[in-house]
């Protein structure tokens, strides 16, 4: 069965400070999707990233960087220099290849960047 | 562009009501998704639709809810007669074949409370 596991169920840094939000998945799967979603305090869900399972380079976007490594099964969210509107709470969530539509998400971690 | 409008926001009703969630997807998307969000369960897939025909609905609880997607603009998620543990906030999401499946485009939720 496919699970995604995000252990921090909170993260409080201060502004300007690096964060990392972990994500480790279980699937038995050898082609399959990972994604990252925000959830803002207005309440939709914005999509980050989608990668897949057999590309596994790390990917920058701004502050923004996603780490995967399928040796451990984690596929990591960092925010270099937070910012107060970072605040949210992310989502990690998983795919295959059959239902690439159909989305299993992580518990989320609330991030707060404090001023 | 108008993204995926959902309506009511918020709903607050009785036990034994019913309920009537509705949807208004991203013009030109082709899937459409019904997701619930609760503290417990976190987000839950319950059914998505591809080009109005349901594909998949094993999240649906129980028959007390049914979704219908009559034309490519418009989607209702039923429950009838609500709960209690129905409490949660109802999200609806679309897609295009454009964009990676996955990538989806969320509304701001409906917030139901049953009393």
């Known amino acids: 069965a496919q699970k995604v596991t995000q252990a921090q169920t909170e993260i409080s840094v201060v502004e300007k400070e690096d964060v990392t939000l972990d994500c480790v998945y279980e699937t038995r799967d050898t082609t399959y999707y990972l994604f990252w979603y925000k959830q803002p305090p207005s309440g939709e869900l914005v999509f980050l990233i989608r990668r897949n399972s057999f590309d596994e380079q790390n990917e920058i976007s701004g502050r923004y960087s996603w780490n995967f490594q399928k040796s451990t099964s984690s596929f990591n969210f960092t925010i270099t220099a937070s910012q107060v509107v970072d605040s949210a709470v992310y989502f990690c969530?998983?795919?295959?290849?059959?239902?690439?539509?159909?989305?299993?998400f992580g518990s989320g971690t609330r991030l707060l960047v404090r001023p | 562009d108008a993204g995926v409008i959902q309506s009511p926001r918020h709903e607050v009703t009785e036990m034994g009501q019913e309920v009537t969630l509705r949807c208004k997807p991203i013009?030109?998307?082709?899937?459409l998704f019904w997701y619930r969000q609760t503290m417990m369960r976190g987000l839950e897939l319950l059914i998505y639709f591809n080009n109005n025909v349901p594909i998949d609905d094993s999240g649906m609880p129980e028959d007390r809810f049914s979704a219908k997607m009559p034309n490519a603009s418009f989607s209702t998620l039923k429950i009838q007669p609500s709960e209690p543990r129905d409490s949660a906030v109802y999200f609806c999401?679309?897609?295009?074949?454009?964009?990676?499946?996955?990538?989806?485009?969320f509304g701001e939720g409906s917030r139901l409370t049953v009393l």
């Open positions: 999401a679309s897609s295009a074949p454009g964009h990676r499946p996955g990538e989806l485009f």
């Open positions: 969530a998983l795919s295959d290849e059959d239902s690439s539509y159909k989305l299993i």
């Open positions: 013009s030109g998307h082709d899937y």
